[in-house]
């Protein structure tokens, strides 16, 4: 309401006065605006310039004279957009040049001319900065340097970055001071690029500046509307303050879908550098991605994005597939680093593309003399871990023998224990291998470290020593070394699959102590979570009095009766199967394979099975067919 008054009261004050209204004119004035015509209406003498609107229709904008910002083209600009080599760049300067924005602009071309053909600045430097032309420029720079423009200014001072000036030079000092001075002024970009350029400089003037503009941007964050500059920050996050990272995180978030696949790549390998794991941009970031075309899938790009998901641990199956579709026609192509690189990514994200590893290991059995022990040994632990054979098998372990036979003694006691435990899994561990890991001096060598990782190399001694004594029996007896290992007793809390399979199993038995035990952690290493001995009609024994071989008390002095059956239950977890997979991890396979061979029938409760119960009657009948079946499958036999 007080909008309109006022637009009324406007409009009168615009009206010539009614004593010097001719008749036309006042029939003219009652008339529509349209019908009236284009007759000019004579303002108020107080009424402040001329207004396109009425206060009663909004803001009021007023007319202005608008003058260009950027200054005319000089013959000077086309030379420097024409200039071929550096010397084309000091000719214009000399010819034409005039004032300090030229003298930088020219710098900052000159610069980028010496990179482009010359390759370093190192090779003549003396020779270059002598230039009587240059020194012109810098000079020109350095009295006008308040009159340079805030680009140019930038510019020059990447210049002499670049050029690896001291930092005592009295032209860089004075850009450097001007810098500081203006950087409220500057635009976003231009503190993206200063925190970008300047983010590996250890110069007291360049940190002053860096974090000078790091502080403006952590202030004006909002303001940054590009992609690039997002991506060029958050890949410098290193110096950065936590608050500004998270900020430009929502940013990156928030400008995801105009992103390239470079500016993706960079920004996941930076996450990845610095362990920050921010699942929503991930996500955000893993579907543009997918929308991207084969072309700008490249190598580096795949290499680099499996390191970051690795290191992220971070799991998208689309793009994990785009990936691998995309790298597997390029694998002939790739180094050796490369193929271990990607293969020991895809290890640590448990996910197994089969033709992938297929070529990885062609690769292997084609280029092997491209190998290096350490890379081999990545490779098979990878192989391990996913418990992959290759189906080309006898060839490509033909080759690995060849160089392990040579080469495993001298490895690291630590590494030379993974090699032979990848091995173990992948069941291609020789005596040769197994026997130097049981003697005392290299056991002792590994009881120097954290307790977890002591407990983790004493577990892997005594899978080498089960494998040892299972697979190759008449090999050797079992050393004395190992024998004085203990078995270590797991100390962490039960999951809920644990607990659950343990009170069914209790079920089973009745209630029974002496028919059931559970969390046996047995002399090869392995833990069973359920442990029972059954007569020829799956009725479980007591078995106190029975020997045991796989307890380091040897159980008691009776053997197993005619007929019965000694059951492992095993609950399978989620973490114990690949990705997107029920296949079990090599860990768990090799857990398997040697209570077989150790006389159990194993009794496998996974988790996607085991949760799907929900009364105790449907949990006691899954025990009692899974314990039928395993029996039935195992007389078959």
């Known amino acids: 309401m007080a909008s309109r008054l006022l637009g009324r009261y406007a409009r009168l004050l615009c009206r010539p006065s009614s004593s010097s209204k001719t008749p036309a004119a006042a029939a003219a004035a009652r008339l529509p605006p349209p019908v009236a015509g284009p007759a000019e209406m004579k303002r108020a003498r107080g009424w402040p310039g001329v207004t396109e609107r009425f206060m009663c229709e909004g803001r009021t904008i007023v007319k202005e004279d608008h003058y260009p910002d950027t200054p005319t083209r000089t013959q000077l600009d086309e030379l420097l957009e024409k200039a071929v080599v550096p010397e084309d760049i000091l000719l214009a300067w000399a010819e034409h040049g005039q004032n300090g924005n030229q003298a930088a602009n020219s710098l900052m071309k000159w610069t980028l001319l010496v990179l482009k053909t010359k390759g370093k600045f190192k090779e003549q430097k003396a020779e270059r900065m002598s230039d009587l032309r240059l020194l012109d420029m810098m000079a020109t720079v350095s009295r006008q340097v308040s009159a340079v423009w805030n680009g140019n200014l930038v510019s020059v001072l990447r210049a002499f970055w670049m050029m690896g000036m001291p930092s005592t030079d009295s032209v860089l000092n004075s850009v450097q001071t001007e810098v500081l001075w203006r950087v409220r002024r500057l635009t976003y970009k231009q503190l993206g690029y200063l925190a970008d350029w300047g983010a590996g400089r250890k110069g007291q003037q360049d940190v002053a500046i860096v974090n000078a503009a790091l502080k403006q941007l952590e202030l004006r964050w909002t303001e940054i509307a590009d992609a690039k500059t997002v991506s060029a920050l958050i890949s410098n996050g290193r110096r950065m303050s936590p608050t500004l990272i998270d900020r430009l995180e929502d940013k990156a978030l928030e400008l995801a879908e105009g992103f390239s696949a470079e500016e993706i790549r960079k920004v996941c390998a930076s996450l ?12 955000a970031l893993s579907y543009h991605l997918l929308q991207k075309s084969s072309s700008e899938f490249t190598t580096p790009l795949i290499l680099d994005m499996a390191f970051a998901y690795g290191k992220l641990n971070f799991h998208h199956s689309q793009v994990f597939q785009r990936m691998a579709s995309e ?41 092997g003399k491209q190998y290096s022990t350490l890379q081999l040994c990545n490779l098979l632990m990878t192989f391990a871990r996913l418990n992959f054979q290759p189906s080309n098998g006898d060839e490509f372990f033909s080759k690995v023998h060849s160089v392990l036979e040579v080469s495993l003694s001298g490895l690291e006691p630590y590494l030379q224990t993974d090699v032979v435990w990848a ?18 001096n290299h056991v002792t060598k590994l009881s120097e470290g954290s307790p ?63 028919a059931l035990r559970t969390g046996v952690d047995t002399v090869y290493g392995w833990t069973i979570d359920g442990e029972l001995v059954v007569d020829c009609d799956n009725k479980p024994v007591d078995m106190l009095m029975l020997s045991a071989s796989q307890l380091p008390s040897g159980g008691g002095d009776q ?18 199967f690949g990705s997107k997979s029920k296949d079990l991890l090599g860990r768990f396979a090799m857990m398997k394979r040697h209570l077989q061979l150790a006389g159990f029938i194993t009794v496998e409760v996974p988790y996607y099975e085991w949760l799907e119960l929900k009364t105790d009657w449907q949990k006691l009948a899954y025990l009692k067919d899974k314990m039928g079946k395993a029996v039935a499958e195992d007389m078959a036999k």
């Open 452 to 514: 977890a990782r002591v407990l983790n190399y004493q577990l892997k001694l005594l899978h080498v020593a089960a494998t040892l004594r299972l697979e190759h029996p008449g090999s050797s007896d079992t050393p004395s070394s190992l024998k004085a290992l203990s078995v270590p007793v797991k100390s962490s809390p039960l999951s809920p699959l644990q607990s659950s399979l343990r009170g069914g199993l209790q079920s089973l038995v009745g209630g029974r102590t002496e």
């Open 559 to 576: 053997a197993l009766p005619v007929g019965a059956h000694r059951l492992a239950f095993l609950a399978l977890e989620f973490p114990n």
């Open 272 to 283: 990845a550098a610095q362990s920050r794991r921010t699942v929503p941009l991930l996500r």
């Open 327 to 367: 790298l597997l026609p390029r694998v002939t192509e790739l180094s050796s680093a490369d193929v271990t690189r990607c293969a020991k990514s895809l290890g640590f994200l448990k996910w197994l593309h089969v033709p992938l590893f297929e070529a990885f290991a062609e690769h292997f059995t084609a280029n």
């Open 423 to 440: 091995l173990c899994v992948l069941q291609q561990a020789k005596p040769q291998y197994l026997l130097p890991l049981t003697q005392q």
